[in-house]
């Protein structure tokens, strides 16, 4: 589904350009679900603005189902660490902000958000702004947003990150009950290596250093399977991811 082909991207730091990508390749598979992990500053969050035509290669290509990636495109949906929703709308309308944007009839859409409001556990706080709502909620209605486009590429950078363990713990099973039940194409950049194993049917370790480097790439095959957090596959798979981050070998 996509190729990211010899990709370069810098910028400048006084007089010298510094390179956070170099002759970068990676292709991802439709249905698949990545997890980015790494140290804060190793380029995962420049790679999601990447993929979404949020930011632009200055070497190489990215491709979308064959076509060169220009710009932002409707089917690519993104949910940010902050939510980003706006404070003056309730979560019905922030829900359907996407779909009015692009015009649809309110008849149409109705049903569609009415729909996800349900599905994402939202019903009785449907007319309430976000300074009311929990973290959780606050997430739920983000994700509530973006899966109303009907996106085939869900990016999502560190979404869970600022809520207490066991909301997080809920909100990683709701992810996952999407990505089986919808078949998104989803990329994760997460800081927490239980929540890559977790939700990460392929997952790939990054390193500081310029340009960025790839020092693992861990196939998952059994996520989604029920009871594998308390698997001992899940913990083998953890504790290798841990010893790339502290240094170690990739063999």
Not at 58 to 68: A, K, L, Q, V
Not at 70 to 86: H, N, V, W
Request: net charge positive.
């Amino acid at each position: 589904m996509i190729d990211v082909a010899n990709c370069d991207l810098a910028y400048s730091q006084g007089a010298l350009p510094v390179k956070v990508y170099s002759d970068f390749n990676l292709k991802i598979d439709p249905g698949e679900s990545l997890v980015l992990i790494g140290p804060s500053g190793c380029g995962k969050s420049t790679l999601l603005y990447l993929l979404s035509g949020l930011l632009k290669p200055s070497g190489g290509e990215i491709r979308i189902w064959g076509e060169p990636l220009r710009k932002t495109r409707q089917k690519t949906a993104i949910i940010l660490q902050e939510y980003g929703l706006f404070p003056w709308l309730n979560v019905e309308q922030n829900v359907r902000l996407g779909l009015k944007v692009r015009h649809q009839p309110k008849k149409v859409y109705r049903y569609i958000v009415d729909e996800m409001i349900h599905k994402m556990g939202l019903t009785e706080v449907k007319h309430h702004f976000p300074s009311q709502l929990s973290g959780g909620q606050k997430q739920r209605v983000a994700l509530a947003r973006a899966l109303t486009l009907k996106p085939d590429l869900l990016l999502m950078d560190e979404p869970l990150s600022a809520l207490d363990a066991l909301t997080r713990e809920r909100l990683q099973k709701l992810l996952l009950e999407i990505w089986q039940e919808q078949k998104l194409t989803t990329v994760l950049v997460t800081h927490s290596i239980e929540e890559a194993v977790f939700l990460g049917s392929r997952i790939l370790v990054l390193k500081n250093g310029r340009p960025t480097q790839i020092v693992g790439e861990i196939f998952n095959p059994q996520v989604g399977q029920s009871g594998y957090r308390q698997t001992s596959e899940f913990f083998q798979k953890a504790s290798y991811i841990r010893s790339l981050l502290e240094g170690g070998s990739a063999e």
